[in-house]
């Protein structure tokens, strides 16, 4: 997969030389550049922002520099015009979609994602217009709250959507069990030692009982769920519980 993302604080990405996605690109499982904003800007000062039209707080990122970058970043992507699907577009903006595990899943399989980090205000409107020539736009939300600019929940978008990426995570049965992925949380882990400060490991997990070990943990997958996350209960499909999930 090849992402490209573009922002006026390149440094923040600095993160995603680290750990997992660090190493998928020291192996090549994974091509991401980073883009300074302002490499785009033709004043003296470098300038990517002004004040908006219609009056009111704050500033306005400006069409020019960002419609240079994209058009450079689309004439260069792997996903040629003769390809039906065009490169995607991620602008987070607290006024997109809310991300999720199953957007997670779907980007993971994308040849090319692009990220344009806002700041300030937000991108004036038309440059997501304009993009819409070259790429699939999403405005996306990693949340219900205000961030000062894209940079931090495209961290949190590249570790979600890179860690699905084939060979990324070394034993992919880790991604099968954890939260979100059946639509329920994971259950409690334990590890050594089995008595630490008065507290036991549960006695079923040291059993060796393999179905027992898996009951006990859907359940407690099921009582967390229900507990913490209500509204996903609600919204679980009927289909996917079984005898002794129901009596739980
Ligand atoms: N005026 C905008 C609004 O009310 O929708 C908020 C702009 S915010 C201060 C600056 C930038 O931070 C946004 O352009 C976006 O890139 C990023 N941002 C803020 N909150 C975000 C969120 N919840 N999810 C994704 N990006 C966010």
Redesign the pocket.
């Known amino acids: 997969m090849r992402i490209d993302v573009v922002s006026i604080f390149p440094e923040y990405l600095a993160a995603l030389d680290l750990s997992l996605i660090g190493k998928a690109r020291r192996e090549n499982l994974l091509d991401l550049s980073v883009h300074d904003l302002r490499d785009f800007t033709h004043d003296r000062h470098r300038t990517v922002d002004d004040t908006p039209y219609g009056g009111g707080a ?1 500033m306005v ?1 400006k069409p020019g520099p960002w419609g240079s970058a994209l058009s450079r970043i689309a004439a260069e992507s792997p996903v040629t015009g003769a390809m039906v699907d065009k490169p995607i577009l991620i ?6 979609a809310v ?1 999720d595990q199953q957007m997670a899943y779907d980007l993971a399989t994308a040849p090319h994602l692009v990220f ?8 004036d409107e038309r440059v997501l217009e304009h993009a819409e020539e070259d790429f699939d736009v999403r405005p ?14 495209v961290l949190a978008m590249v570790e979600a959507i890179g860690r699905l990426i084939p060979g990324v995570i070394g034993n992919p049965e880790s991604l099968v069990e954890e939260s979100h992925s059946d639509g329920l949380l994971e259950y409690p882990v334990y590890t050594k030692p089995g008595s630490w400060e008065g507290r036991e490991v549960p006695e079923v997990l040291l059993s060796g009982n393999h179905n027992k070990i898996a009951r006990f943990r859907r359940n407690k997958q099921l009582e967390r769920t229900a507990a913490r996350r209500p509204d996903l209960i609600v919204e679980l499909d009927p289909a996917t519980l079984n005898r002794h999930d129901r009596d739980t």
């Open positions: 704050g990122m602008v987070p903006a607290p006024a997109g991300f344009a980090c806002g700041r300030y205000e937000g991108i996306v939300s990693i949340g219900d709250y205000v961030l000062n600019g894209g940079e931090v929940a």
